[in-house]
């Protein structure tokens, strides 16, 4: 892959010509590839003509103006999409219909460069795009004989069961071998450290469990009115031994039962994951406080912990799975990294929103609103 | 096991991995030095010496190993280089025979007993 093609539409020569002066001279780099890419520019100055060489040719990028003569932009943009045609689109438009390139942007344009633009603009733009397409070229290469990536979440699975095994085995070889002398005590760190990854691999399991129990049955197939203090006063009790050994208190603030319709598995699914994650990543000392508000229009959870809380980086990624935040305070902290996501995919099911709120060393909230 | 005088770049995020491999290396008579995450190996790529490099693949990012890997090509272009990753066999990614795309010298599956990683450095640096 040494050169994309790049489709100009535009009724402004000079837009065109300027365009094809500046992705002339431009190379993107991106690690690990072994040539830069360049680009090979044509042009079309109305979306009629437009469609016709995208009919007749394969383009990699279209680089699209709004505003043309005949047929407008967003028909080309439509054309495309209709047809499938793998090419990916840039809305060039003035700054007055800013709004219509965000709403392009929605229907499939995958960028746009307000008019006028700079040439760094352009390239900036151009840069993330072919970097997309690189990546996704490569992919498909490396899926031999059509294996799917439908595996992400089994090879990620693998992955992350693997990991433990590698550790626990690498100690056990140096135990078996005596590579650390005849002296036991030299060998109890790695005793300790085995054991806590085996505890994490069996968390593992346990959620992948749960996740089993979501996939297979019918969603919400068990809806019925549901106490939800109740359920968390159960949850919590559960979770007492470990609140104990962490000297974190929990507290539960229910005035009067709070009752929607809602399948109690999942809600204990739910409430388990959030509050024994209030627990372990709180501190020593800390504390865990349960609200849950009975609304007109929805009943509301609130788990505030006093914890080590996230970095506003890490908080968008953590509702996906097996994404764990690795710190010197987490390491020893066993999980699966699919608490959060198994929560959000059990919440998709119900008309309800999740969000979080955290600070680094001071603790985080989590809220979920669940619409009746 | 006498000095190879040979020092070694090791990045993992694995806390356990990154001690084993550090062990069979050590054992093996090289000097290691550590980074935990994508981050911490850039910065040790940029400003450090070492005669090897062992990335692993996915730390940080999906391919902080191949980040890694290009960025100590870059900077020294001779230096050999080997890409740990547990996902290969999962993924029918094979790296082996189809590495021509990412410049590194070898890629290892984890796992693989550490000792081979020890004997393929030492390959890769002429010692044996
Ligand atoms: N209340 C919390 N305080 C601090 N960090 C949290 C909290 N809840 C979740 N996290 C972070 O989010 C990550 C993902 O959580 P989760 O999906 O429940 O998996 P697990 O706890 O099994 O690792 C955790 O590894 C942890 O780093």
Same mark, same amino acid.
């Given at each position: 892959m040494d050169k994309l093609r790049v489709l100009v539409v535009d009724d402004e020569f000079g837009i065109r010509s300027g365009i094809k002066r500046i992705l002339d001279k431009f190379e993107v780099d991106y690690p690990f590839m072994d040539d830069p890419i360049g680009f090979e520019v044509s042009e079309a100055d109305t979306g009629e003509k437009a469609i016709e060489m995208l009919e007749a040719e394969k383009f990699d990028i279209v680089l699209l103006d709004n505003k043309l003569p005949g047929i407008q932009g967003v028909e080309v943009l439509e054309f495309i999409n209709s047809k499938k045609i793998d090419s990916k689109v840039v809305m060039i438009t003035s700054y007055a219909s800013l709004e219509l390139a965000v709403r392009v942007t929605k229907e499939g344009a995958i960028d746009f460069v307000p008019k006028p633009f700079t040439p760094?603009?352009?390239?900036?733009?151009?840069?993330?795009?072919?970097?997309?397409?690189?990546?996704?070229?490569?992919?498909?290469?490396?899926?031999?004989?059509?294996?799917?990536?439908?595996?992400?979440?089994?090879?990620?699975?693998?992955?992350?069961?693997?990991?433990?095994?590698?550790?626990?085995?690498?100690?056990?070889?140096?135990?078996?071998?005596h590579n650390c002398g005849d002296n036991i005590a030299e060998y109890m760190p790695m005793i300790d450290r085995s054991l806590e990854r085996l505890n994490a691999m069996r968390s593992i399991i346990m959620d992948m469990l749960d996740l089993t129990k979501i996939e297979s049955r019918q969603a919400k197939n068990n809806v019925q009115p549901v106490d939800f203090c109740q359920v968390a006063k159960i949850c919590m009790s559960t979770l007492q031994p470990m609140a104990i050994q962490k000297d974190v208190k929990i507290y539960l603030n229910c005035s009067g039962p709070v009752v929607m319709d809602f399948d109690p598995d999942d809600l204990e699914i739910i409430l388990n994951n959030i509050f024994s994650n209030a627990v372990k990543y709180n501190k020593d000392g800390g504390r865990v406080d349960c609200n849950f508000t009975d609304n007109e229009s929805n009943v509301e959870i609130l788990v505030a912990d006093t914890g080590i809380g996230i970095s506003e980086e890490d908080q968008q990624k953590l509702f996906k799975e097996f994404v764990r935040i690795k710190t010197d305070e987490t390491r020893k902290i066993p999980g699966s990294g699919l608490g959060l996501s198994i929560v959000k995919r059990i919440l998709e099911n119900y008309d309800s929103e999740i969000s979080m709120e955290s600070e680094l060393n001071k603790g985080t909230t989590i809220k979920i609103k669940i619409n009746k | 096991m006498s000095k190879l005088n040979k020092t070694i770049l090791l990045a993992e995020d694995d806390f356990d991995y990154l001690?084993?491999?550090?062990?069979?290396?050590?054992?093996?008579?090289?000097?290691?030095?550590?980074?935990?995450?994508?981050?911490?190996? +850039?910065?040790? !790529?940029?400003?450090?010496?070492?005669? %090897? #490099?062992?990335?692993?693949?996915?730390?940080? &990012? =999906?391919? @902080?190993?191949?980040?890694?890997?290009?960025?100590?090509?870059?900077?020294?272009? +001779?230096?050999? !280089?080997?890409?740990?990753?547990?996902? %290969? #066999?999962?993924?029918?990614?094979?790296?082996? &025979? =189809?590495? @021509?795309?990412?410049?590194?010298?070898?890629?290892?599956?984890?796992?693989?007993?550490?000792?081979?990683?020890?004997?393929?450095?030492?390959?890769?640096?002429?010692?044996?």
């Open positions: 760094q603009e352009l390239r900036s733009s151009l840069e993330n795009i072919t970097k997309q397409i690189f990546l996704r070229h490569m992919t498909t290469k490396l899926q031999k004989e059509g294996k799917q990536i439908r595996f992400q979440f089994l090879s990620m699975l693998s992955h992350e069961l693997k990991a433990p095994v590698n550790a626990v085995e690498g100690y056990l070889n140096i135990i078996k071998e | 001690f084993l491999v550090k062990f069979r290396l050590e054992a093996a008579g090289f000097d290691v030095i550590t980074a935990n995450s994508q981050k911490e190996a +850039e910065l040790l !790529v940029n400003t450090s010496d070492f005669d %090897a #490099a062992v990335f692993d693949l996915m730390m940080e &990012n =999906d391919d @902080s190993g191949f980040v890694l890997a290009y960025m100590s090509k870059k900077i020294k272009p +001779e230096v050999p !280089v080997v890409i740990t990753t547990a996902v %290969a #066999a999962e993924t029918g990614m094979s790296f082996d &025979n =189809d590495n @021509s795309w990412v410049k590194a010298d070898l890629y290892l599956e984890k796992g693989v007993q550490a000792e081979r990683l020890a004997e393929e450095l030492m390959r890769l640096l002429g010692i044996i």
